[in-house]
């Protein structure tokens, strides 16, 4: 009975997918954006991090870079743009680099490493960031960020490295990530954030008989760590489970709701969605706070990379109505 | 310069008092509350506390005490009420009992505990429970509660069945210690003379001179405390005057001449959300910034004020994301400096 619901909601959700995104499906899926209504393509989207994280470094608000209004949180709380959070600590760039361009919405999502030293004495720490960046009229109007430091709690195991430093050891986006779709094979925007809305409908309230479309080789990196692969020292050691393994025989029951789940970058040349979530855990009290990106291929999640941290129980986007920010559905953001 | 800005901030937040609180002001200072137009008197707002403690430990929403439409924020964050947060996983009410009644708006204020059974994993089986101390204000119209905001102040566990550990900052498990007070100090409840009585914008002027000082202290800003003045953070005395058992203790004025400053760069959205006249008691909500740390506490903080002097400070502290906001206020307020009286 569970069950049926569940596939009842997923209908739902590809329906309202498929709604939302109505205009975007209209366009062939091989057809190129066009240049006039999309003005920044990928290399420039990129760049737009690049200059985001350089003058979040130097704590320079340059008029000519951002709108007046930008709209900036960080880990969910609307801060004053410029001098607060990350603005305030941080000293260099950090060396880890994922990009998610989204030409059709002008936003860009990015997985990264930055430095901080907010008291200004001691040893810079290493940061992990999650981002998305908003561009109309050539100026950066909306920043979302999530920063992940050292002390933050970043997994019920002890054996995780802090975030950055484990993003940081895997030293570049797996190989996978970044191939090109073969155009004929590319999917549209609306079936990428389905495909990867599966992930979090599958591991909510988990039965083990959920609809778990993941290839056979599908690993997912969760705060720069294989997590999948046994650890050294256990007796998994070297072996690694499969996603769909994993969802069939543990993780049963344990998130019991994932909502605001905020897609905000969808990468089709690459078959990526890059989205913002969080995942409650009702009896113990604890809310993940996480950015997670998707690599599919014909439908299936091959690669999966997300970092998190704890956050408050229940605690909203900062982007979110409320009753946006305690749905399950998903939300196309453009 | 800093006298300068602050003598300013004083100003301003005292013409913003006094504007926001007119209605109370205008009335005298002892003229007696209209039973007709206030109905829920002390008792009666006390016992709106104990009603809601035992509906949370039982997981009822009984609709007779409740509206149906109750608004409910846990430790910042809107949740659906009635089955998340507290309400999944309290399971008794504790000892500790600490009420400041407002029967001018009709809310009701407390400090107290509260017993949590939560799991030891997501899946695992119910750890034993342990005390967790909230801080709480409801709001009752027409005779039903519609309004809920508590922060829930609980030990740190770890997933699995390892103890649970106090919380950061070094002040140990709020529950534990003021369930250890046993019950709030008796100069907290001593009835202010008639005559001596403040009205409702002085008590918040005055307990929001505290807020003022701790924000960019600089050591020589303006301290209105008595000289026995004591403030309890967490169960744990942070600040009184030097006694044989303690004594290096600094009182509440001289903590402020000689440390903390420059330590917390913002005290936003200072909430005062329920005002005791005849006690002389005021309760806020806010939050302490220390930009440098990034770090930010979320709290409940109650000031027993008597002859233009705080004499005694009780809060409950939690780490709270940077720049968190209450979850009642709108971006501006939550960023302000300002104090609101919230009726």
């Not at chain 1, 990350?86 to 059709?104: I, N, Q, R």
């Amino acid at each position: 009975m569970l069950r049926h619901a569940r596939l009842l909601g997923a209908a739902a959700l590809c329906l309202m997918a498929g709604g939302a995104l109505a205009q975007s499906a209209a366009q062939p899926a091989t057809s190129p954006p066009d240049p006039a209504a999309n003005p920044c393509q990928r290399a420039c989207l990129e760049g737009w991090v690049d200059k985001y994280l350089v003058a979040m470094r130097d704590r320079k608000v340059d008029p000519a870079l951002f709108a007046r209004d930008v709209k900036f949180t960080e880990n969910g709380i609307q801060l004053h743009f410029g001098k607060e959070g990350l603005w305030h600590g941080m000293t260099a760039l950090g060396t880890y680099k994922f990009y998610v361009p989204d030409v059709e919405t002008q936003q860009v999502a990015f997985l990264g490493t930055v430095r901080e030293n907010p008291r200004g004495t001691g040893a810079d720490q290493t940061v992990a960031i999650a981002l998305r960046l908003k561009i109309v009229d050539n100026k950066i109007t909306e920043i979302e960020q999530l920063a992940i430091r050292p002390d933050s709690t970043n997994s019920s195991r002890n054996d995780f490295p802090p975030t950055g430093e484990g993003m940081e050891k895997m030293g570049a986006p797996h190989a996978i990530f970044t191939q090109a779709i073969p155009p004929a094979e590319r999917e549209t925007r609306e079936e990428l954030v389905r495909d990867a809305n599966y992930y979090f409908a599958g591991l909510q309230r988990n039965d083990g008989k959920g609809y778990y479309p993941f290839t056979d080789d599908c690993i997912r990196f969760e705060n720069g760590v294989d997590v999948l692969l046994g650890r050294p020292g256990t007796p998994n050691e070297g072996k690694r489970q499969t996603c769909k393994g994993q969802f069939e025989t543990g993780v049963k029951g344990i998130v019991s709701r994932i909502r605001d789940r905020r897609f905000v970058a969808v990468d089709r040349e690459r078959g990526i969605a890059f989205a913002f979530g969080f995942f409650d855990h009702e009896q113990i009290n604890w809310t993940w706070q996480l950015a997670e990106l998707f690599k599919i291929e014909k439908g299936k999640i091959r690669r999966i990379e997300a970092i998190f941290h704890r956050a408050p129980y229940g605690l909203n986007s900062g982007w979110s109505t409320f009753e946006q920010g305690m749905s399950e559905e998903p939300q196309s953001i453009r | 310069m800093k006298s300068i800005i602050r003598t300013a901030v004083a100003a301003v937040a005292l013409a913003s008092a006094a504007l926001i609180a007119a209605p109370g002001s205008a009335q005298s200072a002892t003229s007696p509350p209209d039973p007709a137009a206030n109905p829920c008197q002390r008792a009666c707002l006390e016992g709106f506390v104990n009603r809601y403690l035992d509906a949370m430990a039982a997981h009822k929403v009984d609709p007779a005490l409740f509206a149906a439409n109750v608004r409910f924020t846990e430790n910042g964050v809107q949740l659906p009420f009635g089955n998340e947060g507290l309400w999944a996983t309290a399971s008794g009410v504790g000892k500790y009992k600490f009420y400041v009644p407002d029967i001018e708006t009709q809310q009701v204020a407390f400090i107290g505990t509260v017993l949590e059974t939560a799991g030891s994993s997501a899946s695992g089986p119910a750890r034993a429970p342990d005390v967790v101390a909230i801080s709480l204000r409801l709001r009752i119209v027409d005779g039903k509660i519609t309004e809920v905001e508590q922060i829930a102040n609980r030990p740190e566990r770890p997933l699995g069945p390892a103890p649970a550990t106090p919380p950061a900052g070094g002040m140990g498990a709020a529950g534990a210690n003021i369930e250890k007070m046993g019950a709030p100090h008796p100069s907290f409840l001593t009835t202010i003379p008639e005559k001596e009585r403040l009205s409702r914008a002085d008590l918040i002027r005055i307990g929001n001179y505290y807020f003022d000082a701790v924000e960019r202290n600089t050591g020589k800003d303006y301290y209105p405390f008595s000289d026995d003045c004591l403030r309890h953070e967490n169960g744990v005395v942070t600040a009184g005057p030097p006694d044989a058992q303690n004594p290096n203790r600094k009182g509440c004025k001289a903590q402020l001449e000689t440390s903390l400053i420059g330590a917390v760069t913002t005290i936003r959205d200072r909430r005062f959300v329920a005002v005791d006249r005849e006690r002389g008691l005021v309760f806020a909500f806010g939050f302490f910034d220390h930009r440098n740390i990034d770090w930010t506490w979320e709290l409940g903080e109650i000031f027993k004020i008597q002859k233009d002097k705080i004499t005694r400070v009780e809060a409950l502290i939690l780490r709270g994301p940077y720049g968190m906001n209450s979850g009642w206020s709108t971006y501006e307020q939550t960023r302000s400096e300002q104090p609101q009286d919230i009726r």
